[in-house]
T-cell receptor, first 113, second 108 residues
């Protein structure tokens, strides 16, 4: 069972570079989420999707864009990376109701120099 | 003041001990989650509860809605229980508010 798969697991960027993080789930879940985790802080929601073709802003959306063209995939893009975006990024999904029974990916460690 | 407070921040226990991790919140909620983050970083959902008590193996989660407080108990703790335990509350708007986590270390 693959569950929720994030790629890449690690990445180092220079300020101003762009990149896309991919999240894929094979459980046919409706809801998908992108979080960031920073030292000394709780997880914070960046963007989320309530179904294929939909996206919405979370708590800290600035500097990020997302797309959900296929139900199983949720992409997180950084157009012009900044050092403040150094963080661990987690993707999650849930099957039926928003923010219930969450399944998480293994995380992506991103460093922006 | 944080909307979700966990205590203690760090906890060291000996194998076999009974462990309690606390979560207090200040907002109205519809549900509360307990999550486990492994040393390797992966996050697993342990419980979601809105009232009373839930049990899974050696883990027990309780919630008191009136007191806005939840506890996670681990009976007969084992070194493999070493992890960060995270409380998250689902607010009335449906959003999740996460605590900062409690780092548990169980020594053999």
């Amino acid at each position: 069972n693959a569950g929720v798969t994030q790629t890449p697991k690690f990445r180092v960027l220079k300020t101003g570079q762009s990149m896309t993080l991919l999240c894929a789930q094979d459980m046919n879940h409706e809801y998908m989420y992108w979080y960031r985790q920073d030292p000394g802080m709780g997880l914070r929601l960046i963007h989320y999707s309530v179904g294929e073709g939909t996206t919405a802003k979370g708590e800290v959306p600035d500097g990020y864009n997302v797309s959900r063209l296929k139900k199983q995939n949720f992409l997180l893009g950084l157009e012009s990376a900044a050092p403040s975006q150094t963080s661990v990024y987690f993707c999650a999904s849930s099957p039926i109701r928003f923010n219930e029974k969450l399944f998480f990916g293994s995380g992506t460690q991103l460093s922006v120099l | 003041k944080n909307e979700v407070e966990q205590s203690p921040q760090n906890l060291t226990a000996q194998e076999g001990e009974f462990i309690t991790i606390n979560c207090s919140y200040s907002v109205g909620i519809s549900a509360l989650h307990w999550l486990q983050q492994h040393p390797g970083g992966g996050i697993v959902s342990l419980f979601m509860l809105s009232s009373g008590k839930k049990k899974h193996g050696r883990l027990i989660a309780t919630i008191n809605i009136q007191e806005k407080h939840s506890s996670l108990h681990i009976t007969a703790s084992h070194p493999r229980d070493s992890a960060v335990y995270i409380c998250a509350v689902k607010g009335s708007q449906g959003n999740l508010i996460f605590g900062k986590g409690t780092k548990l270390s169980v020594k053999p």
